[in-house]
């Protein structure tokens, strides 16, 4: 599983867009890019996944450049809920070669403030 | 939005004694997954769970962890003699095959070991 790193922490506004950066450098050919957001006491909980270019839904827009070996996670007008730890995580999504298991680290914590 | 639910929502135990920490209702679903995650660290893999079956574990889950799927339905982990540190909050997650590759986690439960 290729290694990830993100910022430990980040401050923002309320109503500011968000980019949260990843660095994957060993990413393999079959690897997807996911990022899961988690409120305290709560479990993870899927944001959106990639392969490359870029990918958009109703939460969150990710950018993957032509090289893979980074994604930004950008999330729109950011509101006081949107304060969590966010997480990206590389894998083979392949069924037939993977358990599916998730190797989480330590994440972003996003702090959204008034 | 499939959902996950776990019981009980928080345990407290002694020492040394055996805990059975679930996951229900679940159906017509093949791939499982218990997570831990200690206050303040990163969630961390425990164990996968494939047609009835442990695909994959993690150094963490030793001889004193167990799942199950007793009744086909409910999914348990049990700990045989828990010990102090494993007080942490343990989610239960599955996983949904075909688009993209997300996985669902359970609220949690919240044991602590006295």
């Known amino acids: 599983l290729a290694k990830t790193t993100q910022p430990i922490s980040m401050d923002s506004y309320e109503g500011q867009e968000v980019n949260i950066t990843c660095s994957h450098n060993?990413?393999?050919?079959?690897?997807?890019i996911t990022w899961y957001q988690q409120f305290p006491s709560q479990g993870p909980r899927f944001i959106i996944q990639?392969?490359?270019t870029k990918v958009t839904n109703e939460v969150a827009s990710l950018f993957i450049p032509a090289d893979r070996k980074s994604s930004t996670l950008s999330l729109p007008r950011v509101s006081l809920s949107d304060t969590a730890v966010y997480y990206c995580?590389?894998?083979?999504?392949?069924?037939?070669?993977?358990?599916?298991?998730?190797?989480f680290g330590q994440g972003t914590t996003l702090q959204v403030k008034p | 939005e499939p959902e996950v639910t776990q019981t009980p929502s928080h345990q407290v135990t002694q020492m040394g004694q055996e805990v059975i920490l679930r996951c229900v209702p679940i159906?017509?679903?093949?791939?499982f997954y218990w997570y831990r995650q200690i206050l303040g660290q990163k969630v961390e893999f425990l164990v996968s769970?494939?047609?009835?079956?442990?695909?994959?574990k993690s150094e963490i889950f030793d001889d004193q962890f167990s799942v199950e799927r007793p009744d086909g339905s409910n999914f348990t982990l049990k700990i045989r003699s828990t010990k102090l540190e494993d007080s942490a909050m343990y989610f239960c997650?599955?996983?949904?095959?075909?688009?993209?590759?997300?996985?669902?986690f359970g609220p949690g439960t919240r044991l602590t070991v006295l």
């Open positions: 995580l590389v894998g083979d999504i392949t069924y037939s070669s993977n358990t599916g298991k998730l190797i």
């Open positions: 060993n990413i393999a050919t079959n690897d997807y």
């Open positions: 990639g392969y490359k």
């Open positions: 159906s017509n679903h093949l791939y």
């Open positions: 769970f494939y047609n009835n079956e442990i695909s994959e």
């Open positions: 997650a599955r996983r949904v095959p075909g688009g993209a590759d997300e996985q669902f």
